[in-house]
């Protein structure tokens, strides 16, 4: 399974971006995909994540700014990010885990996203 992430830029603070994420290979049907950021000098951390039913979680920072959708026809994870900060900078990740058959655990190479103030 590959994962290739894009729609990473510079955007002023309170703008908007959609980043996209398109899974090749074959993943297991019971999953979930998350979106991860790392902002430099910290450590990576959750930004949304979605499960193959739909059902979704963010982190504090995230409500009501983000949302996190998938087609899986497409098998694409998407992530919507308004209103955003200077705090939203950092290298985005999609991942993949798999909650059954081989348990893969996969991510991408990331995105940047940079906010300026």
């Known amino acids: 399974v590959q994962l ?7 955007v002023q603070a ?8 398109v899974a090749s290979g074959s993943i297991f049907s ?19 994540g979605i499960t193959n039913g739909d059902i979704t979680n963010y982190p504090d920072f995230a409500k009501g700014r983000f949302t996190i959708s998938r087609d899986n026809g497409k098998n ?8 955003l900060k200077p705090d939203d900078t950092g290298v985005y990740y999609c991942n993949v885990i798999e909650l059954g058959g081989a348990l893969g655990n996969y991510w991408g190479h990331g995105t940047l996203v940079t906010v300026s103030s």
Do not use: D, F
């Open 4 to 10: 290739q992430a894009s729609g990473g830029g510079l």
């Open 14 to 21: 309170g703008g908007s971006l959609r980043l996209s994420c």
């Open 30 to 48: 019971i999953n979930a995909m998350y979106w991860h950021r790392q902002a430099p000098g910290k450590q990576r951390e959750m930004v949304a």
């Open 76 to 83: 694409t994870l998407y992530l919507q990010m308004n209103s």
